[in-house]
Each structure stands twice: as structure tokens, then as C-alpha cells.
């Protein structure tokens, strides 16, 4: 039988028939043929969703054999059930056929509701909206953000007759309707490595939108890109130089790189004092720009920084119901990376938004700020998620100790979009319990290095400024840190073992015993690791392009130098030899 959509049933069937559906998923029938058709393919989801895990590693054993992975498509289980059973091989989308026509209309749609949204609040249009292209969200919603930066240029696909997009028009600016609204999109590795046709289409739609003549309303992409090519200029640019790359919106890692870099360095909060120092390290990382095939992974000096100016707006896309603003690492890394690199650019923190594609009859913009809102309480606030989530094991509270440190990374990257008293908030369910939910003697049953993560977070919080903290909070959450460490060692991430000033500020909450213990429990991991000859860190400190140049200059003048000696002894060998 053919599986339907198990979101029309979520949100058109169940209110009805809640309780005789609950019935049924808790003691499914043998014989599916005496329960109403319009409940059977919510029993067929949930037989697939049971023989996922199973077919998961079969296809993986299978794999490894050198058997065949049958395909399946990508995506979310939720708005495309016909994704299970997972553990098949999923295959992507012709990017030559996007956005299709689907997607341009929810691409138009989001784009004014956009505008709209923006209006509302400042009485204005914005003159820049900023996007994030991620590749799951472009395969999921077949290039509706394409679709989004199209219509805010005021350009259309043209296609051939197999449906491709091969060229672009202009929209008349009187039915447009409106200014011309400028754009920068910044892309991940995989996105780029997937559609890096349709990069080239969206430089060629942004040098389209800025020749466009005979304008009836303003056109700030045309302005945006003179005011580039001025600051390039400025900055040391040739001016025949400025203006090739006056037209560059699209940018990302180097060839090479797939992620902003930023995660670590961020969670290595002892190595910086300022914020400035991430955007620093974000404009370095990010600054690799992709408009065409003479200008294709280059970074050129100052490009990245002159873009991002008179940025009004910042829009994260979100296609899947499998994670949210504060469960996904990458969403802060980089819609919030983002955020904070115009703020310290421009001196102007943009307005941050959600594109929501996971309900395909109501794409919305969400403001981020409520978006973390929603997600904060319903799950890591919520006391029956958390339940839930305790009868897991290791992996469960896991997934604790990574929301609190996207938190931190949210604090970090655009403090504004966080609720005043999240930490609060989190002291009352985490630390003093008041649920009485034993959350205490599940993670130091089941995870104790997630729960000394989680305190180490909340304690470095309070030392950055971004949770203020009462004595008694600070002494609290302090004294159950080095309970944790002392009952259960040191969990050396980069909160807990390779902060030096936390270590210190937390020993500093601490009663006279307490500390001592602390101190010599520390005192004795970076001892041990200085034997060991290992780092403390566990994950990788990713470098900055120019660090990264840095060095490999370094790296290149000792591997000279020990060629260049070699090759003396080598003479010298020879000569010593005729001699004799």
C-alpha cells in the first residue's frame, strides 16, 4: 500500500481521533485490515520507522561486503515519509532544474513575507538581506532560497523545454512593485561542491539586477554594488580590480573547507576576551568567494567585509523537524556568525529570521529569537521531554551537554535572540532540580561528563558576562562542577580541562576544602597529560586562513632547510669518498 503523507494525518486526522490512534500505535493489530484505511499509513510509519535501525546496519554490513545499497530519496521523514525505512542510499536533485516551479513560488512568498515582516517593525524596506545556503535545504525544497534571492533581485528563471533554468530576466521594476532589494548569500562546502551552476546563475542575476535601467522605484542592489567597488577601492583595490568583484555575493570556506571553522574556537572561550576576535576569525574563514569561473574560491582582501555592508537582514533556512536553532550546532555557527560579523562590521546588529519550509501548506518567516524561544520550551525546559529523554542512555544525556553548549554559542554569536532569564531558567530544572526529576542521578549514573560539561558551560557563562549570576547561584553550580570532578574525574573538553581563567573563577565559588580538592584534582589531569606528552583538548582547534598560511610558510622554510642540509651531506659523503 502506497505511503501518504503522515503530515496530512498529523495535522487533518489525529485532533479528531487522538485517542483511538494512541490505542492502536501502542498495541498494533495483527490483521491491519479491520483498522480504518485512514489510519493504516500511520501504522506503516510507525512499522518503518522500528525497522530503520535494523536496515541501517544491514545496509552498512551489505556495503562493506561490496553489496548494493538500494537508493531512496533524501530528506525529512516527517514531510517525506517515502525517506523510510532509512539505511538505503539516498540520492539528490537535478540542481540544474532549480528552483522549480514549486519552489519559486514559496521562494516569491517568503521573500515578501520577508519584506513584510521587516516593514512592520522599521517602516522601511531593508536594502540587504543576507542568506545561508545549506545543501540539505536546497535538496529538500528543490532551490526555494535560490527561488527567495531571485525574487528579491527582481529577476525570473527562464527554462528550456526540459524544464532547466538556464537563463535569467529581468521583472519590470512597475511590476515588481517595489525596490530592488541587494543581496549576500554565504554557503557551506557541501552546497557549493552540489550546485555550484546555480552560484554562478545568482552572480549573474545580481549583475542583471544592478545594469537594470529605467528603474521606477530605487534599486539598492545597483547602489550596494558601487558601494562596494568604493570600499574595495579603499581598502587597496585596483580599481578595475573593484569593479570585477563589485558584483560578488556568494561566499564560503575555501575549496577545501566545509564549515565556518568557528565551533571550536568559539567553545575555546579562555583563548579570546572580545567577540570582535570571532568576527575576525569568521571574515577569515568565510571570505572565499564563489561568483564565477575566473573568480572561484578567491579571497581577495577586504571582499568579504565590503559585502556585508548595509546588511538589514539575516535568514537561516530551516526544511527539517529533526532539529531546531538550539539542538543544531551549525545554525548558530552560521546564521549567528553571521550576525555577529555584520554587527561588528557595520556597527548594526541585522534582524535574524527563520525561512520555515516544514509544513508545505504554511511556509513562513519565523523570527529567530522566538524560534529559540519555542524550542528552549518545549524541550530542554519542558519536564516531560525531559523525562522522556532520561529513559535513554549515554547518547540521551549527550544531547543535553550539546544544547547547553550551543547556548553558549548563541550568547556568544547574537546575545539579543536569548531569553534574559534562560540561565535562570536553567539553574531551577538542572541544578536545583525543582522538578525533582532526579536529573541529578541520572547523568551521574548514566553521563557524568555531559552533566560536568553542562555545569562548566553555565559557570563560563556567568565568568563571560552572559549569565549574571547571584552568590549562592555561582557557589551552587560551582560546588556540584568539582563534586562531579572529584567523584568522576575530568572530562576534558575544552570548558572543563583547557580553561585556565574558568578553572580559576570556578575554584574561586569554591569553600577553602572544596577548592583545595578542586585545584589538585585539575592540578593532576594537566600533570597527567604533560607525562602522556597528550593534549587536554579533545577536539580539533580549527585554524583561520591566515593562520592556516602561517603555518604552512613555517612548515615550508623547515622542510627547505632540512632539504638544502641533506643535500650538503650528500656532497660532502661524495667528496670524502673520492678522496679516498
Known amino acids: ?129 543576507s542568506y545561508t545556503f545549506w545543501a540539505g535545504e536546497f535538496i529538500n525544497t528543490e532551490g526555494a532560497t535560490l527561488a527567495q534571492v531571485f525574487w528579491m533581485l527582481g529577476v525570473e528563471p527562464v527554462r528550456d523545454a526540459q524544464g532547466r533554468v538556464v537563463d535569467l530576466k529581468l521583472v519590470p521594476s512597475e511590476e515588481l512593485g517595489r525596490p530592488r532589494i541587494n543581496v549576500l548569500v554565504q554557503v557551506s562546502g557541501q552546497l ?24 521606477t522605484y530605487p534599486n539598492y542592489v545597483a547602489s550596494g554594488t558601487l558601494l562596494q567597488e568604493k570600499l574595495l577601492v579603499e581598502k587597496g583595490a585596483s580599481p578595475k580590480r573593484a569593479r570585477e568583484m563589485s558584483v560578488m555575493r556568494v561566499f564560503g570556506p575555501i575549496n577545501s573547507g566545509y ?20 568576527a575576525e576569525g569568521y571574515l577569515n574563514n568565510m571570505g572565499a568567494s564563489y561568483g564565477d569561473d575566473g573568480n572561484w574560491g578567491d579571497v581577495q582582501e577586504g571582499l568579504f567585509a565590503s559585502a556585508l555592508s548595509e546588511t538589514d537582514v539575516v535568514i537561516q533556512p530551516r526544511q527539517s523537524n529533526t532539529w531546531g536553532p538550539i539542538s543544531l550546532d551549525h545554525v548558530y555557527e552560521f546564521t549567528g556568525g553571521l550576525s ?44 516531560t521531554f525531559i523525562q522522556e529523554r532520561m529513559k535513554g542512555g549515554e547518547g540521551s544525556a549527550q544531547m543535553f551537554g550539546e544544547i547547553f553548549r550551543n547556548i553558549f554559542g548563541w550568547h556568544v554569536m547574537r546575545p539579543s535572540a536569548m531569553d534574559k532569564e534562560l540561565f535562570n531558567d536553567l539553574y531551577r530544572m538542572y541544578i536545583k532540580d525543582e522538578n525533582k526529576l532526579g536529573i541529578h542521578e541520572y547523568f551521574l549514573r548514566v553521563n557524568p561528563a555531559a552533566f560536568q560539561a553542562m555545569t562548566a558551560v553555565m559557570l563560563e557563562s556567568a565568568r563571560k558576562g552572559y549569565w549574571k549570576a547571584s552568590d549562592e547561584q555561582l557557589k551552587t553550580t ?56 597528550k593534549d587536554v583538548v579533545l577536539k580539533e582547534h580549527k585554524l583561520t586562513s591566515e593562520q592556516t598560511v602561517r603555518k604552512n610558510r613555517v612548515n615550508g622554510v623547515i622542510a627547505g632547510s632540512l632539504v638544502v642540509i641533506t643535500f650538503i651531506g650528500l656532497v660532502v659523503l661524495l667528496k670524502k669518498r673520492k678522496k679516498e
Open 1 to 129: 500500500e502506497q505511503l501518504q503523507d503522515f503530515t496530512y494525518i498529523a495535522h487533518h486526522y489525529l485532533p479528531a481521533a487522538r485517542k483511538r490512534l494512541t490505542a492502536l500505535l501502542q498495541n498494533p493489530p495483527k490483521d491491519t485490515a479491520s483498522v480504518a484505511p485512514e489510519l493504516r499509513p500511520a501504522l506503516l510509519y510507525r512499522e518503518q520507522l522500528l525497522a530503520s535501525p535494523v536496515n541501517e546496519q544491514n545496509a552498512m554490513v551489505r556495503a562493506l561486503s561490496g553489496g548494493t545499497v538500494f537508493p531512496a530519496p533524501g530528506g525529512d521523514p516527517v514531510l517525506n515519509p517515502n525517506v523510510l525505512p532509512t539505511g538505503r542510499n539516498m540520492y539528490s536533485i537535478n540542481a540544474e532544474n532549480t528552483p522549480n516551479p514549486r519552489a519559486w513560488e514559496d521562494g516569491k512568498r517568503l521573500a515578501e513575507a520577508t519584506l513584510k515582516q521587516y516593514i512592520s517593525k522599521h517602516g522601511e524596506y531593508p536594502r540587504k538581506v
Open 192 to 215: 557549493r561542491d552540489i550546485a555550484g551552476s546555480r552560484l554562478k546563475l545568482l552572480t549573474d542575476a545580481i549583475r542583471l539586477a544592478s545594469e537594470a535601467g529605467d528603474e
Open 259 to 278: 564549515s565556518t571553522g568557528m565551533m571550536a574556537y568559539t567553545e575555546h572561550s579562555g583563548s579570546w576576551e572580545s567577540e570582535k576576535e570571532i
Open 340 to 383: 555577529l560579523t555584520v554587527k561588528t562590521v557595520t556597527g548594526k546588529e541585522p534582524d535574524a529570521y527563520m525561512a520555515d519550509y516544514r509544513n508545505r501548506t504554511n511556509r513562513r518567516m519565523q523570527d529567530a529569537k522566538e524560534a529559540i524561544a519555542v524550542e528552549t520550551r518545549s524541550t530542554i525546559l519542558n519536564p
Open 478 to 533: 560551582a560546588s556540584l562542577h568539582a563534586q562531579i570532578t572529584r567523584e568522576k574525574g575530568a572530562a576534558c573538553t575544552e570548558f572543563v580541562c583547557d580553561n585556565d581563567k574558568l578553572q580559576s573563577f570556578v575554584a574561586d565559588q569554591l569553600d577553602n576544602s572544596e577548592k583545595q580538592t578542586y585545584t589538585q584534582n585539575m592540578k593532576e589531569v594537566h600533570e597527567a597529560s604533560a607525562t602522556d606528552g
